[in-house]
Structures are given as C-alpha cells and as structure tokens.
C-alpha cells in the first residue's frame, strides 16, 4: 500500500515536471521621479496651506405633522 502511494505521488510528480512551463522570473522596480523646484519657465511651485475651518454642530429639531 506504501509502495503504491510512493510510486503514484513519483509519477504525479515525473508528469508535471515534464508538462511544466518554464519559469520566467520578472523583477519590477520603483523609481521616483524628482524634479526640481527651479522652472526652466521662471515658475516656481508652492503648495498653499490649507487652514481648517471650525464648524459647529447643527442640531436638528424633529418637526411633527
């Protein structure tokens, strides 16, 4: 029974070695792209400041018909 189990799980793996695609390894890289403050255009990027903005809560009264 062993033997059987061993030598069908050898088989199984003879076919798929044989039948399998090879691997093709594929490296991805992340390069960012940095530029630089100074415009060959004379323009100069800023990020304006956002100020928050307080809110009261609203309270809401039921109105009944």
Same mark, same amino acid.
């Given at each position: 029974?062993?033997?059987?189990?061993? #030598?069908?799980?050898?088989?199984?793996? *003879?076919?798929?070695?044989?039948?399998?695609?090879?691997?093709? #390894?594929?490296? +991805?890289?992340? *390069?960012? #792209?940095?530029? +630089?403050? #100074? +415009? +060959?255009?004379? &323009?100069?990027?800023?990020?304006?400041? /956002?100020?928050? /903005?307080?809110?009261?809560?609203?309270? &809401?009264?039921? *109105?009944?018909?």
């Amino acid at each position: 029974m062993k033997l059987g189990v061993v #030598v069908f799980l050898g088989l199984l793996t *003879v076919g798929c070695a044989l039948t399998a695609q090879p691997v093709v #390894v594929q490296e +991805s890289f992340f *390069v960012p #792209v940095i530029r +630089s403050d #100074v +415009s +060959s255009a004379g &323009y100069t990027p800023t990020v304006t400041p /956002t100020i928050p /903005t307080k809110t009261t809560p609203r309270i &809401y009264t039921p *109105v009944l018909r």
